[in-house]
T-cell receptor
């Protein structure tokens, strides 16, 4: 059974810093791994999707990497801004079904 | 706005009552998903539809829960005889089935409180 873990559960950093969020998963048989952002009281917004055959994806100041062999993914945020404050969740899609298995998220606070 | 919409956004009910939630997906999307999310946790998969067919159901979906997607457009999720443990955010997502890069687009959710 796939289990997804995100550490730390919360992170507070000053504006302008580069930071890394971590995601680990127990079953390497994944179809893809996705990173989402969730703002309070709102739904989830997809940030990046990495196919199992890919190593990384980039979008603006965000870069996500995937290492299936070690069961790890990282989300790198460059030059953080207060508007980046949100909860960031990673989710794995299994290669035999369409279910997303989610981590509990990392709550990120960027201090001005 | 052509995003995923959910109605109602908030629902307070008494234990034992039935509730029904609606999800309108992005119009051209053929897949629709329901998730449940409790405070401080990631979403948990409940069920998904491809067009009007319900293809997968989680063990979390007890016999008190039923979902439908008539005509392959909007979907409803009904909870019968609600319990306090049903209190959660219920999220709906839709996607367009593709070989690669299938991204799920989420609605704002329906927050349920069972008293």
């Amino acid at each position: 059974k796939q289990e997804v873990t995100q550490i730390p559960a919360a992170l507070s950093v000053p504006e302008g810093e580069n930071l890394v969020l971590n995601c680990s998963f127990t079953d390497s048989a994944i179809y893809n791994l996705q990173w989402f952002r969730q703002d309070p009281g709102k739904g989830l917004t997809s940030l990046l999707l990495i196919q199992s055959s890919q190593r990384e994806q980039t979008s603006g100041r965000l870069n996500a990497s995937l290492d299936k062999s070690s069961g790890r993914s990282t989300l790198y945020i460059a030059a953080s801004q207060p508007g980046d404050s949100a909860t960031y969740l990673c989710a794995c899609e299994g290669d035999s079904n369409y279910q997303l298995i989610w981590g509990a998220g990392t709550k990120l606070i960027i201090k001005p | 706005d052509t995003g995923v919409s959910q109605d109602p956004r908030h629902k307070i009910t008494k234990r034992g009552q039935n509730v029904t939630f609606r999800c309108d997906p992005i119009s051209e999307h053929n897949r629709l998903y329901w998730y449940r999310q409790t405070l401080g946790q990631g979403p948990e998969f409940l069920t998904y539809f491809q067009n009007e067919a319900q293809l997968e159901k989680s063990r979390l979906l007890s016999d008190r829960f039923s979902a439908e997607r008539p005509k392959g457009s909007f979907s409803t999720l009904e909870i019968q005889r609600t319990e306090q443990g049903d209190s959660a955010m219920y999220l709906c997502a839709s996607s367009l089935a593709q070989v690669y890069q299938e991204t799920q687009y989420f609605g704002p959710g329906t927050r349920l409180l069972v008293l």
